[in-house]
């Protein structure tokens, strides 16, 4: 079975500074999808970025941008010029690109950003 | 509708109550999932239907819990004789099937969830 692990519970970063939120994950499979989702107070899911396993480049998304890689499992989050409403949860997830679509979720991280 | 719709937005019921959660997802979206989130969890697995049918039910805790989706859109998520430990936040969640070289990359587009106080 997959597994996701974001191992940061908390993390704080200086508006308009850098940030980097980390994920592992475990799997036998060569061919698979990667996402960051933001949560808000709100409640509400919100997708941040998306990677696709096959795709040697890295995805970006404005702020946003991954550093993806593969051989060692390892999928973390790079939010460039933090904004207060950055605030919220961020969560690491892991899709199988294969028939069977059951997404797994790490426990998240909690990112405060300081005025 | 433009978004994964869920009633009610928060349901409080008293220990031994049976309880009904109601997902409608985007039209045209095929796959539909049901998450449970704990206070500061992560989202955690409950069930996925493709289609009409329950592909993978390995999340649903206990026989208490049951689903449907009869049609292949909305979804019903049944709670019977609630626990306290029942209390959590319902999220529902629908995607199309994941395709490779379109503008479907497996995305999640989720509701904002029924939130479960069992008193």
């Known amino acids: 079975a997959q597994t996701v692990t974001q191992s940061q519970p908390e993390m704080s970063v200086q508006e308009a500074e850098t940030v980097t939120l980390s994920c592992t994950y475990d799997t036998s499979e060569s061919d698979y999808y990667l996402f960051w989702y933001k949560q808000p107070p709100s409640r509400q899911m919100i997708l941040v970025i998306r990677q696709e396993a096959y795709k040697q480049q890295n995805a970006t998304e404005n702020r946003f941008s991954v550093n993806f890689q593969k051989a060692a499992k390892s999928f973390s989050l790079k939010i460039s010029d933090s904004q207060l409403g950055d605030a919220a949860m961020y969560f690491c997830?892991?899709?199988?690109?294969?028939?069977?679509?059951?997404?797994?979720f790490g426990t998240g991280t909690k990112l405060q950003v300081i005025p | 509708g433009a978004g994964v719709s869920q009633t009610p937005s928060n349901k409080v019921t008293e220990k031994g109550k049976y309880v009904e959660l109601r997902c409608d997802p985007i039209?045209?979206?095929?796959?539909l999932y049901w998450y449970r989130q704990s206070l500061g969890q992560g989202p955690e697995f409950l069930i996925y239907?493709?289609?009409?049918?329950?592909?993978?039910d390995s999340g649903l805790p206990n026989d208490r819990f049951f689903a449907v989706r009869p049609e292949g859109s909305v979804s019903t998520l049944k709670i019977q004789r609630t626990e306290r430990g029942d209390s959590a936040v319902y999220l529902c969640?629908?995607?199309?099937?994941?395709?490779?070289?379109?503008?479907?990359?497996?995305?999640?587009?989720f509701g904002e969830g029924s939130r479960l106080t069992v008193l």
């Open positions: 039209s045209g979206h095929t796959a």
């Open positions: 997830a892991y899709r199988s690109a294969g028939g069977y679509q059951k997404v797994t």
């Open positions: 969640a629908s995607s199309l099937k994941g395709t490779r070289g379109g503008a479907v990359t497996g995305e999640l587009f």
């Open positions: 239907f493709q289609g009409t049918g329950a592909a993978d």
